[in-house]
């Protein structure tokens, strides 16, 4: 079992940066791949980034490329999110995942955090 918990949103101006941190826990954590997820409202929840168990692999939807960048210490249980350059689009409700065979773009992780609410203003 692993239990996530997101920590780190807030309110910023367009073109400023915010840090989202995932704190897992569960003597398993380091063998799951991460993700991170967002869901604005009125719209579907969408994947943001992902990274394997050890970190040597990641992957970013197109509309974050360049911007954000996904890392983990599995020593400290931390998964982050650091956002620059952040748009008034990237206003979400920002979920932490954690999957046990791999790196997804998809819904199919197994375990979910309760979210963190970032909102970008213009």
């Known amino acids: 079992q692993v239990q996530l918990v997101e920590s780190g949103g807030g309110l910023v101006q367009a073109g400023g940066s915010l840090r989202l941190s995932c704190a897992a826990s569960?003597?398993?954590?380091?063998?799951?791949?991460m993700g991170w997820f967002r869901q604005a409202q009125g719209k579907e929840r969408e994947f943001v980034a992902a990274?394997?168990?050890?970190?040597?692999?990641?992957r970013y939807a197109d509309s974050v490329k360049g911007r954000f960048t996904i890392s983990r210490d599995n020593a400290r249980n931390m998964v982050y999110l650091q956002m620059n350059s952040l748009k008034p689009e990237d206003t979400a409700v920002y979920y932490c995942?954690?999957?046990?065979?791999?790196?997804?773009?998809?819904?199919?992780?197994?375990?979910w955090g309760q979210g963190t609410q970032v909102t970008v203003s213009s």
């Open positions: 990274i394997s168990w050890g970190g040597g692999r990641t």
């Open positions: 569960g003597r398993t954590y380091s063998s799951y791949a």
């Open positions: 995942a954690g999957r046990r065979s791999g790196v997804s773009y998809g819904q199919d992780y197994d375990y």
